[in-house]
Nanobody, 127 residues
Framework: EVQLQASGGGLVQTGGSLRLSCAVSGLTFEDYAIGWFRQAPGKEREGISCIRDLDGTTTYADSVKGRFTISLDNAKNTVYLQMNSLKPEDTAVYYC????????????????????WGQGTQVTVSS
């Protein structure tokens, strides 16, 4: 059974940092790219970052580029999202997801390319 468990969210002031974790079981990073998404109230779920261990691909949305860093630890089966210089507009529920491994290209930003989802963790940035 595939499971993704996101954690690490919380309340932080503008300019602060948080590190989100996505603990993964039932699949290998060699086969699956892992993406981070976020969804603010009343908005669409937005793909913000992705990592593919097989070829070292990392991608970032323009809205987080230069502030967020994605990484993974194979020994711990965990993907991290280090978030620095947080802004109030980063407030959202953050989700991790495993991408369909059978695609010709990888690390898509659209949610429908992802087969498995974690439960989400709330990030709130106060002004």
């Amino acid at each position: 059974e595939v499971q993704l468990q996101a954690s690490g969210g919380g309340l932080v002031q503008t300019g602060g940092s948080l590190r989100l974790s996505c603990a993964v079981s039932g699949l290998t990073f060699e086969d699956y790219a892992i993406g981070w998404f976020r969804q603010a109230p009343g908005k669409e779920r937005e793909g913000i970052s992705c990592i593919r261990d097989l070829d070292g691909t990392t991608t970032y949305a323009d809205s987080v580029k230069g502030r967020f860093t994605i990484s993974l630890d194979n020994a711990k089966n965990t993907v991290y999202l280090q978030m620095n210089s947080l802004k109030p507009e980063d407030t959202a529920v953050y989700y991790c997801a495993a991408e369909n491994p059978h695609l010709d290209t990888h690390c898509h930003s659209g949610r429908y390319y992802y087969d498995y989802w974690g439960q989400g963790t709330q990030v709130t940035v106060s002004s």
